[in-house]
């Protein structure tokens, strides 16, 4: 291999607002030789996903905040070019939580092996991957959708909030669908099957919201919090599910999220709302990853991928989940592969 040194990006500041290329580094290092039961991958794809910007900040959570000047690290696929493992070999693909880095030298425990015959390996980073088992737990296990209710999504047309409608579609519920854009509208209805999906950008959205949801919210499965949240909550119907999985709206605000008063909806309703994160599920996770597989292959679930192209792009695309500027799943190819066939 002629390449002796590759790039990270490294936090080097707790951003303030929106993060800037100024909280970041390139940071040049060299490949080091791999000892026994490492491996050498060169990255393919870099998962870039909103959760990360709350690891960005000092603060207590589910899950550790990044160090500065470390390098920042999420959902990698990547490509083995050298083993001192028994259970890889040069050309694999593999998936892990990785840094975002040209290339990652890994203990072999760190990754788990990609069949690329299955579906393109870029699912593993969303529908099959992550995001789809947020969708799937986060929906089954906490709002329990039955056949007829409505199920409402913010962030519909974005990674997580397309799969949740289809398979509340695929439970025999009715899936309204909130989303950014009237191209995004059109997609959810026309390409995903949504029963409605409305604009919060418009002014006529509670309108719009209300006319979609005549006979109220039964689930409402929650990505973004917010305006967009309080409005729904004004419209839940007795026993209803609230499922917390993301605040998008809040994570670069540097003040405090305030909204309105909700309690007392959720009494007079008699309904719940509960927060979840994945790792809730690690015990059930490879149920999980079957079922989406089974719907998957059976052409039951449509995916959509934004990818920019570049590892000098991965801090614009990550701003840009922010903007609404991605379909689906937002994905940052850094390189084909050099000895895999896919």
């Known amino acids: 291999m002629a390449v002796k040194t590759y790039r990270e990006i490294h936090l080097i500041n707790r951003p303030e607002g929106t993060p800037t290329d100024q909280d970041f580094a390139f940071v040049e290092k060299d490949i080091p030789s791999i000892k026994e039961n490492e491996l050498l991958l060169k990255t393919l ?108 999504v913010s962030g519909a047309a974005g990674a997580v909030g397309s799969i949740v409608g289809q398979i509340a579609k695929l439970k025999g519920a009715r899936a309204v669908g909130i989303a950014g854009s009237d191209e995004k509208v059109d997609y959810l209805v026309n390409e995903l099957g949504f029963d409605a999906a409305v604009n919060y950008k418009k002014d006529s959205f509670e309108d719009d919201l209300k006319k979609a949801v005549a006979d109220g919210v039964d689930v409402y499965f929650d990505n973004v919090g917010g305006p967009v949240s309080d409005a729904v909550i004004l419209e839940l119907n007795r026993n209803s599910r609230v499922v917390l999985c993301g605040t998008i709206s809040s994570y670069n605000n540097p003040a405090e999220d305030l909204g309105p008063r909700i309690q007392w909806k959720f009494i007079t309703t008699s309904s719940m709302m509960k927060g979840f994160t994945l790792g809730d599920y690690a015990s059930e996770l490879k149920t999980g990853a079957v079922e989406m597989a089974k719907w998957f292959q059976e052409g039951k679930l449509k995916y959509e991928e934004t990818i920019i192209e570049g590892f000098d792009q991965t801090l614009e695309a990550f701003r840009g989940l922010f903007e609404g500027s991605n379909l689906g799943k937002q994905l940052v190819k850094v390189a084909d592969p050099e000895i895999a066939k896919l």
């Not at 593999?94 to 299955?118: F, R």
């Not at 579906?119 to 709002?143: E, H, K, Q, S």
């Open 45 to 152: 794809y870099l998962s870039v996903d909103p959760y990360m910007r709350g690891r960005m900040r000092d603060v207590k959570s589910y899950v550790a905040p990044y160090k500065l000047n470390e390098p920042m690290n999420g959902g990698v696929l990547a490509e083995v070019l050298d083993s001192k493992s028994d259970r890889f070999q040069q050309g694999d693909i593999v998936t892990g939580t990785l840094n975002w880095g040209e290339y990652n030298i890994v203990q072999a425990n760190a990754v788990q092996k990609v069949d690329p015959s299955i579906a393109p390996i870029t699912t593993r980073l969303g529908v099959l991957g992550m995001t789809g088992l947020t969708a799937y737990f986060g929906l089954l296990d906490i709002g329990k959708p039955q056949a007829g209710e409505t199920v409402v």
